[in-house]
């Protein structure tokens, strides 16, 4: 019976040993293949030119999973049933300058903020019938923006929906807008300044500040990448890292 007894605690040593040694191995590994879905084309946050994918969704996944060891895969995902299927586990997580709504916290898990944006009108550089938003509201003016975006929500509630011009990508909304399809543009300031940088002769911000917008990476429910991300977001907030992408691609992109 002692030996009997005797071997059982040896085993259960054993095993506890086992345990913590896969433990460590399993932490060591960090996360392992992460998939990023992203639009590819939505700059600058995401984009391909000459062949060549860019932007800073690829630049922060590639710094994020340089601190918590992990290697971004990114997928080429439509707006917005990338949120859906993100919640579905489709994706590990999605980078696409996704506003943080109650409403899509319902499906998914968000990262803290990293950036907060406002939401502008675009117009062409020539535009001269309308100089602010009460303006355009005032008359009889078509609103370009993307379907199932916090744009096309606010546009709804300034201009209603039998005003709204709504595209499947931002950049065909914005290509409407140069040729005069539609007479603006509701977009983030700064996927507007990236924008601009693609046609800085032809497109331009008005002035008023519309609303404010924090921006998050999405998530299935109870993803343990969540805690890991928002403890790079906020390493790279405090080493200055983060400053540094958004200059580079929000405000130096196209200059």
């Known amino acids: ?38 639009e590819n084309a939505y700059t ?25 060891s992990c290697e971004p895969t990114f997928v080429e995902a439509g707006w917005p049933a990338v949120i859906e299927e993100t919640g579905q ?15 899509r916290k319902e499906v998914v898990d968000f990262s803290d903020a990293y950036m907060t ?18 303006d355009f509201q005032g008359g009889d003016y078509t609103l370009g923006t993307q379907v ?16 709204i011009a709504a595209f499947d990508q931002f950049g065909v909304a914005v290509q409407a807008l140069i040729a005069g399809d539609v007479d603006a543009v509701i977009i983030d300031d700064v996927a507007g300044q990236g ?12 002035a008023d500040d519309l609303q404010s917008d924090p921006l998050g990476f999405i998530f ?20 200055g890292t983060m400053d540094d992408l958004i200059k580079e691609w929000f405000i130096d992109f196209g200059s």
């Open 195 to 206: 924008y601009q940088g693609a046609n800085a002769d032809q497109t331009r911000l008005l």
């Open 220 to 239: 299935p429910k109870g993803s343990e990448l969540t805690a890991a991300v928002n403890t790079a977001i906020a390493d790279m907030k405090s080493d």
């Open 44 to 68: 600058p946050f995401n984009f391909i030119e000459d062949g060549e994918a860019q932007g800073f969704d690829y630049d922060i996944w590639a710094e994020i999973c340089n601190r918590i």
């Open 89 to 103: 586990g489709v994706y590990d997580t999605a980078a696409d300058g996704i506003s943080i709504t109650e409403e």
């Open 1 to 38: 019976m002692k030996k009997t007894i005797r071997i059982a605690v040896v085993a259960l040593a054993l095993a506890l040993v086992a345990t913590a040694c896969s433990s460590s191995d399993s932490d060591s590994e960090g996360f392992g293949e992460v998939k990023v879905g992203v």
């Open 117 to 134: 944006t406002i939401q502008k009108l675009m117009v062409r550089t020539n535009e001269d019938r309308f100089g602010n938003v009460a």
């Open 148 to 163: 199932g975006t916090t744009n096309y929500e606010l546009g709804a509630e300034l201009v209603g929906e039998d005003r």
